[in-house]
């Protein structure tokens, strides 16, 4: 059993795991039938040892699970006396370990919490130490620690490239106490508000919620959203979900209604159209790309394409006849 899943093991069995490791357990116990046999014959171990145990400040855990793991490996006795022996010489043992490693954890100081915020408008990039790439948008803020949980805190948006290690499920928290789960892929996670989005590039990610069984399975080009107590996935409909960080905006076919609110949300602008013009910005449509432009150059290519006006009142962009 791997060391890190064996310190969560140790945490459940002595009632002092957490939500998040419960997931990660839960998840490792489902990745295959050896996995979940494993679990099983520890957690009865655990249950079939002697109630009593002395105080236990120091002890080589390490040490004691290598022989509890040789004995739960060895051939089966022939003799029933034998094997009780062994099984409850084994149990002791791995109850010890497992007492003295909870209560390692309990004690040990927690691993510093580091922060990035990408609050001077621009784009922030960080690599953990597995080898993952988080990059964030503008406005994004997150917490992380250097250990081993790979388990982190995002506020705002982000683009992952979780790096491949499948006894280590990659969690991303949100503050709407939604939770996103993967082994190895690349997506992004948006929340704002209450609401949580996340749109997968590849790879396959779960989406849920803290607490809580529900939740959906995304592969790459589809989109998983949270909010208002709803959990739902589909294809991905937002062609420029990645603009935020190449710079690239595309529009293929799409009304003037439909341009507008994604050029608002790349720009940080508040764009509305008159009450009179609405209608005809619904009819109007077109295709076309932009680059590293600003927002009035992109509104003045689509001015002459189309043939609206604009004016700025205030913060606010008026598209009008």
């Not at 022939?78 to 062994?86: F, K, L, Q, S, Y």
């Not at 995304?218 to 420029?240: I, Y």
Request: proline content about 3%; aromatic content about 8%.
């Amino acid at each position: 059993m791997d060391t890190y899943i064996y310190e969560i093991v140790a945490k459940q069995l002595s009632s002092q795991s957490s939500p998040e490791e419960e997931v990660i357990l839960q998840q490792w116990r489902d990745a295959s039938a050896e996995n979940e046999a494993e679990y099983q014959k520890t957690r009865q171990i655990w249950q079939d040892a002697p109630g009593h145990l002395p105080q236990q400040k120091q002890f080589d855990t390490a040490a004691a699970w290598n022989k509890v793991d040789r004995a739960l490996h060895q051939a089966a006795p022939v003799r029933t006396i034998r094997m009780a022996t062994i099984k409850y010489a084994a149990a002791a043992v791995l109850l010890i370990a497992l007492t003295a490693g909870a209560w390692w954890l309990a004690s040990r100081p927690s691993l510093k919490v580091q922060e990035l915020a990408a609050n001077d408008g621009k784009i922030k990039s960080l690599e953990l130490s597995d080898k993952s790439m988080i990059t964030l948008r503008p406005g994004a803020r997150i917490k992380y620690s250097e250990g081993a949980e790979r388990v982190v805190e995002l506020e705002g948006e982000a683009f992952f490239e979780v790096a491949v290690d499948p006894h280590h499920p990659f969690v991303v928290k949100t503050p709407n106490q939604s939770i996103v789960e993967v082994l190895g892929t690349s997506f992004t996670v948006k929340t704002v508000d209450a609401h949580t989005t996340v749109i997968v590039t590849s790879g396959k990610v779960k989406l849920g919620m803290e607490n809580d069984t529900s939740s959906v399975i995304l592969t790459s080009g589809q989109k998983g959203v949270w909010g208002d107590g709803q959990l739902s996935s589909a294809d991905n409909d937002e062609p420029n979900f990645m603009a935020w960080k190449t710079g690239i905006l595309q529009f293929n076919d799409q009304s003037l209604v439909e341009i507008l609110p994604q050029l608002a949300d790349f720009y940080g602008k508040v764009i509305r159209i008159e009450d009179s013009y609405q209608a005809t910005a619904t009819q109007q449509k077109a295709t076309i790309s932009f680059q590293d432009q600003s927002c009035d150059e992109v509104l003045h290519e689509l001015q002459l394409l189309l043939g609206f006006n604009y004016r700025q009142e205030g913060d606010t962009i008026v598209i009008s006849k």
